[in-house]
């Protein structure tokens, strides 16, 4: 098992450009969660989702989007980058509220 | 609100010596309590929860409900314990974590 995977791993973008965050799990979990994180923060949950076909926002989905239209994947959208959209993102995984496996993160900034 | 506040930045030890990494929590309802681990270059992981009681790399971390606090503590620290601790409180029925900034522990030889 790959258990739960990021692509890509760094990324630099300019300000007003769009990405996609790609997020992907094999444990057949239904739960999938995107945090970010700031420099000398905790992480902060932007979107989550349920199961295929649910999604819902978090604390800061401002700038964001997900969709999930298998249970595998996950991906997050940033339509229109910002400076303060420079962060380290990370995808979770797990089966309801058991514990989440988390992926390796992307590394992302714009300037 | 719901919250977790983990005190201190950094917590610098020597080997052998006893470790304890603070954490304390708001949350109105009966909590359900974490510790993640980062070592360096590897993802965030488990490291343990409050409901399973259990000794994870001889770190134990015991739920006071009257002071609010999980926090983790270990005996004896090894230098592989260097590493970023996060503690996180599940914040609702759709599971997500609540996390503090988190602590960097540091073991010294």
């Known amino acids: 098992n790959a258990g739960v995977t990021q692509t890509p791993k760094f990324r630099i973008l300019k300000i007003g450009q769009s990405m996609t965050l790609q997020c992907t799990q094999d444990?057949?979990?239904?739960?999938m969660y995107w945090y970010r994180q700031d420099p000398g923060m905790g992480l902060k949950l932007i979107y989550y989702?349920?199961?295929?076909?649910?999604?819902d926002k978090g604390e800061v989905p401002n700038g964001y989007n997900v969709s999930r239209s298998t249970t595998e994947d996950f991906p997050l959208r940033l339509e229109l980058a910002a400076p303060s959209q420079t962060s380290v993102y990370f995808c979770?995984?797990?089966?309801?509220?058991?514990?989440?496996?988390f992926g390796p993160g992307t590394r992302l900034t714009v300037l | 609100a719901q919250r977790v506040t983990q005190p201190e930045k950094l917590l610098s030890v020597f080997k052998g010596a006893p470790v304890e990494l603070k954490c304390n929590y708001s949350?109105?309802?009966?909590?359900?309590l974490f510790w993640y681990v980062q070592y360096s270059r590897q993802r965030l992981q488990l490291l343990l929860r409050?409901?399973s009681r259990e000794s994870i790399k001889g770190f134990t971390a015991d739920l006071n409900k009257g002071e609010t606090s999980f926090h983790l503590k270990k005996p004896f620290a090894q230098e592989e314990d260097s590493a970023m601790y996060y503690c996180?409180?599940?914040?609702?029925?759709?599971?997500?974590?609540?996390f503090g900034k988190g602590t960097k522990l540091s073991v010294k030889p």
């Open positions: 996180a409180l599940m914040g609702g029925s759709q599971g997500n974590l609540i």
């Open positions: 989702s349920v199961g295929a076909g649910i999604t």
């Open positions: 444990m057949n979990h239904n739960y």
């Open positions: 949350y109105s309802g009966s909590p359900e």
């Open positions: 979770a995984s797990s089966h309801r509220e058991y514990e989440q496996f």
């Open positions: 409050h409901i």
